[in-house]
């Protein structure tokens, strides 16, 4: 019996099987008699709009790397004094300098290959020794002289050599690492910045609790044939539209910001009751409240589009697999556990399981082209749009607690301050 009513049970599923098939085949037929006409009747215009886009596609990464090549760049170091009194907040002032949105007209932008500028903020330990740069394009050299002086009158900076152009990529030699790091949540959530750390109020020297400490402890612990490198791309976010190179229109983030916040409130306030005309009244929790406060600091502030990407680089025999991680924590105390938003691993160099790259050659391949990236500083433009990452936002705020230079509360051995102090020349010398 058991046998009999499984047969049965089979037989009537396969007649209903039969019946479902015969609908999908009719419903398929009705579908293409219906719809063939209509692609063939359009086609011409479809596919001129088809060939249209890739034409303007090709041609804006064409213009654009060419405009790229012919402007240049340069790579500025900082050299930081004994003592560094300012807070955070200066560099966010720097920041704000560098927001520049490069305005153009359509001329400048789909024949010339104008594009929005932007810049590389670089801590890198080479051999244990902390190196802060800038990266940019020669225009902008003056801009963030100008501007680091205003704020920071004792550095020095300097045009340098490359540090990445002796950097190849050979396994026989040379062990390395790479990989991106992406936010935790939606980008209108803010990291933990210097704010929440106290140090927008410039306390004393001695109270401060600067959260970049770990960063330069950990590349200046270092050893002879070791080399860390972390890399911050950053550009002006804005509004794209078809003037700015975009065939299809990008909203700003702003509006992303306001949804968010409409979706905690939402949260926050309980639903109606049955039989009650009146919507129920909002009782958010003290997090919640945070949460909403800290998203509209964000939104008052300049916001760049940013990419962090870091390398881990060392010599066969120094190549130590524990500092890693290291570099992966780099970011740990940016993070908060569940009410703002921080950083995780993203794509990295290296696969889970062997079987995933036979021979090495995925791997190969990936450290090859993410070194390459590295040293053009390529993230927003061809060759390397957007490689493996998409862009983030982070704002002026945010990015200064990433990135700034520290005061003597971090001493780090091999983090070398110039010595002497810069002043003016006495006004009654002789001339």
């Known amino acids: 019996m058991p046998s009999r009513g499984f047969i049965l049970f089979t037989q009537e599923h396969f ?13 398929i037929t009705q579908t293409n008699n219906l719809l063939l006409p209509f692609v ?3 086609a011409p215009l479809w596919s001129m709009l088809l060939f249209g886009y890739i034409g303007v596609t090709v041609w804006m990464t064409y213009i654009r790397t060419k405009k790229i090549q012919d402007t240049g760049s340069v790579l500025l170091e900082i050299k930081l004094p004994k003592e560094v009194l300012k807070s955070p907040r200066a560099m966010e002032l720097v920041l704000v300098a560098l927001y520049q949105k490069g305005n153009a007209n359509l001329i400048e932008t789909y024949w010339d290959g104008k594009f929005i500028p932007w810049y590389s903020l670089e801590l890198v330990s080479i051999g244990g020794e902390v ?10 050299r ?13 550095v020095e900076i300097f045009e340098v050599d490359d540090y990445t152009k002796d950097v190849k990529h050979n396994n026989d030699s040379r062990g390395m690492w790479g990989t991106y790091f992406k936010l935790t949540k939606a980008d209108p959530f803010p990291i933990k910045t210097y704010v929440d750390y106290g140090l927008d109020t410039d306390p004393k020297e001695e109270f401060k609790i600067d959260p970049m400490a770990t960063v330069v402890e950990y590349l200046g612990s270092l050893k002879k044939g070791e080399q860390a490198w972390i890399q911050i791309l950053i550009q ?8 700015d190179g975009r065939l299809f229109t990008k909203d700003d983030w702003g509006k992303e910001g306001k949804m968010e916040i409409d979706k905690i409130r939402a949260e926050a306030t309980p639903p109606k009751v049955a039989g009650n005309d009146f919507p129920g009244f909002p009782n958010p929790t003290k997090g919640q409240v945070e949460q909403i406060a800290a998203i509209e600091r964000s939104l008052d ?16 025999d120094s190549f130590n697999e524990v500092n890693i991680p290291g570099l992966i924590g780099c970011f740990k105390q940016y993070s908060s556990n569940t009410m703002l938003n921080g950083f995780k691993l993203g794509w990295f160099t290296d696969f889970d399981y062997p ?7 995925r791997r190969n391949r990936d450290e090859r082209m993410m070194l390459d990236a590295y040293k053009r500083r390529s993230f927003f433009y061809s060759p390397y749009k957007h490689f493996h990452s998409k862009p983030f936002i982070l704002t002026t705020e945010e990015l200064a607690t990433i990135f700034h230079f520290p005061g003597s509360t971090v001493a780090t051995p091999t983090f070398k301050r110039v010595l002497s102090k810069k002043v003016e020349a006495p006004s009654n010398l002789p001339t």
């Open 142 to 154: 003056e801009i963030i002289e100008t501007q680091i002086y205003a704020q920071f009158p004792t």
């Open 131 to 140: 190196h802060f740069f800038i990266w940019t394009q020669p225009k902008m």
């Open 236 to 243: 002006a976010h804005k509004k794209q539209e078809f003037k």
């Open 355 to 361: 079987w995933q790259d036979f021979r090495r050659m």
């Open 301 to 316: 502030k300049f916001a760049f589009e940013t990419g962090i990407r870091a390398f881990y680089i060392a010599e066969n």
């Open 15 to 27: 007649e209903v099987s039969c019946m479902d098939m015969e609908v999908i085949n009719y419903f």
């Open 40 to 42: 063939q009747a359009t």
